[in-house]
């Protein structure tokens, strides 16, 4: 368990589910919809259910961590090591911009070297590509990011490990 000032990392529990959702939603509803129409957002967070986190959680080879501060949820994160890939990285709006997300990135970002890991990718939504570049991330390409009936733009970019 990773701690940082008033503040820890942790592995998910099935009892973390309902915050999960609803951190998540939160995000999607104030953070991402300042770039995205509400189409999508609709589209977006209508995927975003305790069924589908359950069914995610159940896949072992992917790693979910919570962060907390003073035992309330504040981020959560989702990778699997081996693919050497960054699914989600979500830190509550009322804390962006804090630092908090950097605390979660970096503590990903030493599993994937523990794991030698030489580089990593991820897919980032139009509001955190700022935030990814950073923390040393490059942009690959642009890319449609298929929903259920609509397609959302996001950015493909990796970052070398250890450089």
């Given at each position: 368990m990773e701690k940082t000032i008033n503040s820890k990392i942790r592995k998910v529990t099935s009892k973390d589910?309902?915050?999960?959702?609803?951190?998540?939603?939160k995000v999607v509803s104030q953070t991402n919809a300042k770039l995205y129409e509400p189409n999508i957002i609709k589209e977006w967070l209508s995927q975003i259910t305790t069924e589908n986190v359950k069914n995610q959680l159940k896949v072992v080879t992917t790693s979910w961590y919570i962060l907390e501060l003073d035992s309330k949820i504040i981020g959560f994160c989702q990778?699997?090591?081996?693919?050497?890939?960054?699914?989600?990285?979500?830190?509550?709006?009322?804390?962006?911009?804090?630092?908090?997300?950097?605390?979660?990135?970096?503590?990903?970002e030493k599993k994937f070297i523990e794991?030698?890991?030489?580089?990593?990718?991820?897919?980032?939504?139009?509001n955190a590509v700022t935030f990814y570049e950073?923390?040393?991330?490059?942009?690959?390409?642009?890319?449609?990011?298929?929903?259920?009936?609509t397609e959302m733009d996001m950015f493909e970019m990796s970052k070398i490990l250890g450089s």
């Amino acid at each position: 368990m990773e701690k940082t000032i008033n503040s820890k990392i942790r592995k998910v529990t099935s009892k973390d589910i309902t915050n999960i959702v609803k951190l998540h939603r939160k995000v999607v509803s104030q953070t991402n919809a300042k770039l995205y129409e509400p189409n999508i957002i609709k589209e977006w967070l209508s995927q975003i259910t305790t069924e589908n986190v359950k069914n995610q959680l159940k896949v072992v080879t992917t790693s979910w961590y919570i962060l907390e501060l003073d035992s309330k949820i504040i981020g959560f994160c989702q990778f699997p090591i081996a693919k050497r890939i960054i699914y989600q990285l979500n830190i509550d709006p009322e804390y962006q911009g804090k630092g908090y997300g950097k605390t979660l990135y970096n503590f990903m970002e030493k599993k994937f070297i523990e794991s030698e890991a030489k580089e990593i990718e991820l897919n980032s939504t139009l509001n955190a590509v700022t935030f990814y570049e950073h923390l040393g991330f490059k942009i690959k390409q642009n890319i449609k990011y298929k929903l259920i009936d609509t397609e959302m733009d996001m950015f493909e970019m990796s970052k070398i490990l250890g450089s």
